[in-house]
């Protein structure tokens, strides 16, 4: 029995992790609020029409006398739907579509029911969640996948105890709780949580071994084919989520080498002209700036003049400062007062402005703008030659956005910043694109 319900749990978990790949690449990643409105109606209409009118398809069936329960009912919650059957009859397929989650659960997982539900109604009722677990996940709702597998597991597990049913003894309903806990794993790739919550669901210590049986193989399988559903989701939508633990083959790579693969660079003067400013904003889209003082004299007893790493900029800074029209005639530092006066932690505590809206004419092209108010002095830094794994363990518990790279040695006409790293330069995925034989390490290091 185990071994086909791996088998078919291998094949619904990777048909719907494409799916809801190709699904996602359609419609749920594209941008724009208009969209996703009228996404989210249109799969609230097509829902609510399904669970209405499918469990017409199916014949009544008559109530069982030993039923411990009403039978039939038409409330929200209750079992044995009455819909569209005469007195003392009841709908299966309605029993499971028009009814909370908890009941719908409760009805699929019950034990010594082998009769209660049709083949028929169990199939229709496993597409049809396939069908909306696909759509449904992603649009602008707050929803998700984990009663939608658990539904899906527990229906196809059900339907392999009815074609069991004349070979073994088991419960139709342990299949169903065997089923779901195998798609559970084999798509989220959960383990110990899934033993825990289906302990609970069951209420049987006994269950235990077999589960976690289930869930071992299930987990397994899927580990050798494709990520989970939620790691593709994520590769989807290009959100960069980070790993608890940097990999292994990323002790050996500096940051240093990093951001020689990366293009130059952009740097700002601590007093720059606006057109510069502009320039930049325009032709990159970078959400964050290195500013650096130029002739600054150091302390006594070294070089003459040095140029210092003052800071770090962030891009709705210098869209704020624009629009603000905060412009010098000649180049000056500004006075606190003059800063207080202009911005209020309000504006600037706020993200969402563009280049695009904003109108310079060309004599304000040629004034300039003190950066220093606006700059953040204590970045975080690290040294071109600390490694990957450490780099990226900074950057996640501390949670930064942005982590500046200074040179390991201090010479003149060298740049007191190499590089900048955000979270996408720290992504594994990324990194092995710009390094190939990092991949081939990775591959050894797991042969």
């Not at 109604?121 to 597998?149: K, N």
Request: proline content about 5%.
């Amino acid at each position: 029995m185990l071994g086909f319900t791996s088998k078919t749990r291998f094949t619904v978990k990777k048909t719907e992790n494409h799916s809801s790949t190709c699904i996602c690449t359609l419609f749920h990643c594209r941008k724009g609020k208009m969209h996703k409105l009228l996404l989210a109606l249109s799969v609230s209409v097509f829902t609510s029409v399904c669970q209405y009118c499918l469990p017409f398809l199916v014949d009544c069936k008559a109530c069982d006398p030993s039923f411990p329960e009403t039978c039939p009912t038409n409330g929200r919650s209750g079992n044995f739907k009455q819909f569209n059957c005469p007195n003392g009859h009841y709908n299966d397929l309605a029993t499971l579509l028009l009814t909370t989650n908890d009941d719908a659960v409760r009805n699929i997982f019950s034990s010594n029911t082998p009769t209660e539900f049709q083949p028929s109604s169990i199939l229709i009722f496993f597409i049809l969640y396939c069908i909306l677990g696909l759509i449904t996940f992603g649009i602008a709702v707050p929803s998700g996948l984990f009663l939608p597998i658990i539904l899906m597991g527990s229906a196809y597990g059900r339907l392999l105890g009815m074609a069991m049913g004349s070979y073994t003894n088991i419960d139709q309903g342990l299949y169903a709780v065997l089923g779901a806990a195998s798609l559970m794993a084999g798509s989220m790739r959960m383990t110990v949580s899934l033993c825990v919550i289906f302990l609970e669901l069951t209420n049987n210590l006994l269950l235990l071994p077999i589960t976690m049986i289930v869930l071992l193989i299930a987990k397994t399988v899927g580990d050798s084919f494709n990520p989970s559903i939620y790691e593709i989701i994520l590769e989807l939508k290009g959100l960069p989520f980070l790993d608890a633990h940097p990999e292994p083959w990323m002790r050996t790579l500096t940051v240093g080498e990093l951001i020689d693969a990366k293009p130059p660079v952009i740097t700002l003067s601590g007093i720059e002209k606006v057109s510069q400013i502009v320039d930049v904003l325009r032709n990159t889209t970078h959400n964050g700036f290195p500013v650096l003082d130029e002739g600054v004299v150091p302390p006594s007893g070294l070089a003459n003049v040095a140029t210092e790493l003052h800071g770090l900029i962030l891009r709705a800074h210098l869209v704020l400062a624009l629009k603000k029209k905060w412009f010098l005639q000649e180049k000056r530092r500004t006075e606190e007062w003059e800063v207080r006066e202009k911005f209020s932690w309000v504006e600037l505590a706020e993200r969402e402005g563009k280049i695009e809206e904003v109108a310079v004419t060309s004599e304000e092209m040629e004034m300039y703008i003190d950066l220093h108010p606006l700059t953040n002095t204590t970045p975080y830094t690290v040294i071109e030659s600390m490694s990957v794994a450490k780099a990226m363990v900074l950057f996640r518990q501390v949670g930064l956005r942005h982590l500046l790279v200074v040179p390991k040695y201090e010479a003149a006409g060298v740049s007191p910043v190499v590089g900048i790293l955000t979270r996408q330069d720290l992504r594994a995925f990324n990194i092995l694109t710009a390094f190939p034989h990092l991949e081939r390490s990775k591959s050894g290091q797991k042969h």
